[in-house]
């Protein structure tokens, strides 16, 4: 089966498709054939040698809708043909987290998605939301549950309340879409007016363009009649960090996610402590968060926001767009159709336990 490998540290050109043996299944395990694999800027950090070191060569992606092809012999919670969404932090099922439950990641350490055929845990599996497309469903379980975890799990976002999203890209317009759901008032912060013109239809409730307005914090709090915002969601770090906390309502969170734009903080601790604002960071999701965001996805009929699809074969453009920072939500590879694909050959009698 194919797999797109990073085999050493580099641009897009440093991806390689090499062919490997189907994934093995063991007892509680299931064999999954990927339709679609979503990318995050994780997976551009990790290419590009920005997020640690991992053993190579490595299969990246976290983020898939995939079709169930074999059942280990002790697996109960899936069948035979049913769609899922492997969970991208497979240990961690519920609870807070702690160092075991977050060490293995699908796409780094552990070998991703980028793959005709995985194995995953049936335990680490989600049901795919019936109402969305192989494409839209791919999105969710990195971006969207991050978003999810931020605005309803930690930020305690309620009707009404204001929350500053940064960027038009994948974690922050699943912001956009669950806040509005949830009866929020959004600002939307983009170095791009034409974005932002698609982010007020979307339904943003304001639209800041950082190019022309680069000390942004100001205009949150003009927009906020100098409250400031309840939850700003930070994924540029750097120098922003200072502006976000700027633009906080006194008692507000601040919910570190990301670092675009540098992965060292600058901050006023002083305004930070004056106005009790609380930082709060997070990596890695539960599959409980990502069982609460696809009953959101239903419930509200929600349909997450794609910018392109690429062909499998041509997965190393998908990762130059990514890397070109010109998206409007997410970027998806297409690896295969419902009833397309090799067949996986029969399961290994050996490690279902038979
Ligand atoms: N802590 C966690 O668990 C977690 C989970 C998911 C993501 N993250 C982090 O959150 C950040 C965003 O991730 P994502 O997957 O949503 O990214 P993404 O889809 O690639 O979106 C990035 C967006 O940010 C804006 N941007 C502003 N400055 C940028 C810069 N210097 N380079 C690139 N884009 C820039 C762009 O929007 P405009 O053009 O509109 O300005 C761009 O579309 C990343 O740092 C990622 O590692 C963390």
């Known amino acids: 089966m194919k797999a797109l490998e990073m085999q050493v540290a580099g641009g897009p050109e440093a991806l390689r498709f090499s062919n490997r043996p189907t994934p093995s299944v063991a007892a509680d395990e299931l064999l999954l054939r990927v339709r679609c694999a979503a990318l995050n800027y994780r997976d551009w950090d990790i290419l590009r040698g920005a997020y640690g070191s991992f053993q ?15 059942v ?36 780094g350490p552990l070998d991703g998605v980028l793959a005709e055929l995985i194995s995953v845990s049936a335990e680490a599996a989600v049901r795919a939301p019936a109402h969305l497309g192989d494409e839209e469903a791919s999105t969710l379980a990195g971006a969207g549950v991050t978003a999810w975890q931020a605005l309803y799990g930690s930020g305690g976002l ?22 509005r759901f949830g009866g929020a008032n959004v600002i939307v912060l983009s170095r791009s007016a034409q974005k932002l013109e698609r982010a007020l239809a979307l339904g943003a409730t304001f639209g800041v363009d950082t190019r022309r307005t680069p000390e942004w914090q100001h205009e949150v709090l003009r927009l906020t009649n100098g409250r400031g915002a309840d939850l700003v969601l930070d994924v540029l770090g750097g120098t922003a960090v200072a502006r976000s906390i700027a633009a906080t309502r006194v008692g507000g969170r601040v919910a570190l996610l990301g670092f675009l734009e540098d992965g060292t903080a600058v901050l006023d601790l002083k305004q930070a402590i004056r106005r009790s604002v609380t930082l709060a960071t997070s990596s890695g999701r539960s599959r409980d968060m990502f069982e609460a965001l696809v009953r959101a996805f239903e419930a509200g009929g929600l349909h997450p926001v794609i910018d392109r699809s690429f062909a499998f074969q041509d997965a190393a453009a998908a990762f130059a767009h990514l890397a070109s920072g010109a998206a409007f939500g997410k970027i998806v590879v297409r690896i295969a159709g419902p009833g397309e694909g090799t067949p996986p050959g029969p399961i290994d009698s050996r490690l279902a336990g038979s």
């Open 56 to 70: 190579l060569p490595l299969v990246l992606g976290s983020d898939a809708v995939a079709e169930v092809v074999q």
């Open 72 to 107: 280990g012999h002790g697996v109960t919670r899936f069948a035979v043909g049913e769609r899922v969404l492997p969970t991208d932090t497979p240990d961690w099922i519920t609870g807070p987290p702690d160092e075991t439950r977050i060490a293995r990641r699908l796409g």
């Open 158 to 179: 309620e009707p009404g309340h204001t929350v500053v999203v940064q960027g038009t890209g994948g974690v922050s317009l699943f912001a956009l879409q669950l806040a």
